[in-house]
C-alpha cells in the first residue's frame, strides 16, 4: 500500500475507502458505519483505557491510556452531518520551508498515521451500531 502524504484524500484497503482529512490537528477519518457508543465505551474500559464521557449523555467518545482530569484524549469518535468520524493526532509530519524562520511542520497522513488506523479499526468494528438509529440516515 504506497500512502500519498495529503491533508486529503481516502486510504483504500483491498474493497474498503475511507476518506479523511487532516484540520485542526488531527486526521479525521469518516466511518463506513455508526459507531455504539456505549459499547465502544465498555470496550474501551475492559482494555484498560480511560474515556472521556458518561455513556448515558453522549454524542463522542474520547480515551487514551492515561487519565485526565480535563478530558483531553488523543482519540475521539464523534458525529458530523450524519456520519461518525475517528480523530486522532497525526503521527507523520512533514517539514516546509518558512523564509527567515525555522522550516514549519506540517501534519500528514503517513505511514504511522495509517498503521494506527488500522489498529484502531477492529476495535470501532467491534462496536458497531447493529441499528442504525433514524437521526442519522437523513
Known amino acids: 500500500m504506497r500512502v500519498i502524504e495529503t491533508t486529503k484524500g481516502e486510504i483504500i484497503k483491498g474493497r474498503d475507502a475511507y476518506p479523511y482529512e487532516i484540520k485542526n490537528e488531527k486526521i479525521h477519518i469518516k466511518l463506513p458505519f455508526y459507531v455504539d457508543l456505549k459499547r465502544l465505551t465498555d470496550i474501551l474500559k475492559q482494555r484498560g483505557y480511560f474515556v ?36 486522532f ?15 514549519k511542520h ?4 503517513g505511514t504511522k498515521a495509517v498503521e494506527e488506523f488500522f489498529h484502531w479499526l477492529p ?14 440516515r437523513e
Open 106 to 109: 506540517i501534519p500528514v497522513l
Open 52 to 87: 472521556a464521557n458518561d455513556p448515558e449523555e453522549m454524542d463522542s467518545q474520547g480515551w487514551g491510556k492515561w487519565y485526565d482530569a480535563e478530558g483531553y484524549y488523543p482519540y475521539w469518535i464523534y458525529e458530523e452531518d450524519h456520519c461518525h468520524y475517528f480523530a
Open 123 to 136: 476495535v470501532l468494528k467491534e462496536a458497531i451500531l447493529k441499528d442504525e438509529p433514524a437521526r442519522l
Open 89 to 103: 493526532p497525526p503521527e507523520d509530519y512533514k517539514l516546509a520551508p518558512e523564509p527567515g524562520a525555522a522550516p
